[in-house]
């Protein structure tokens, strides 16, 4: 169950509102899902998220297979159930094996992969669980990517970070409609 009640227009000061009504036009009149849901208790906090969301959600240039495994890697290390249930099916259509994403669901070694699949995934585990990325992994994942990609990658990694933060913290509700096992170590 959600830790905060749906927000209202009418609950947050009157110098937010307009931002508040600004990024509800923007969703077609509704609330955002997931941790949009969470952001909008702060508008002008989920105002500025919204452009770095987009870019790196749509607009960069990092293959799609790359960047869900990118996200799905980070729904496994921070045990959130609600990106990896919305990101399963987008990795799918993206071309990412059932194989290969039950061995991230699992924390298990992957199977054999593509080079800039084996190398994200390695590269955004050693950042989640040492905080740090050793130079082998940096050094691999450089030689796959590049600066640009690397970058971005790094920055695809820190934006669900925080929207795991926010689901997490908060207790999103997973949608009715998940069609994924729950996360071995995490709640329902």
Partial sequence: MARLPEVTREALPDELRA?????????????????????INS???ARRRGPLN?????????????????????ARCLDCPYVWNAHVPMARRAGVTDEVIEAIRD???????????????????????????????FRTALAQF????????????GLYAQNAFLVNAFA??????RAEPQLQGHSP
Wanted: charged share 20%; no cysteine.
């Fill in 19 to 39: 931002t508040f009504d600004e990024l509800i036009k923007a969703n077609d009149g509704k609330l955002p899902p997931g941790p949009g849901s969470v952001a």
């Fill in 43 to 45: 508008p002008e906090l």
């Fill in 54 to 74: 987009s870019y790196l959600r749509f607009e960069t240039s990092i293959p799609p297979a790359v960047l869900e495994l990118a996200i799905l890697t980070t």
């Fill in 107 to 137: 924390d298990a070694p992957l199977p054999a992969t593509g080079a800039g699949e084996t190398a994200v995934v390695q590269y955004a585990r050693e950042l989640f669980k040492t905080h740090v990325v050793g130079d082998e992994t």
């Fill in 146 to 157: 590049g600066p640009l990609h690397l970058v971005e990658i790094t920055a695809v990694l």
């Fill in 172 to 177: 999103v509700d997973l949608p009715s409609e």
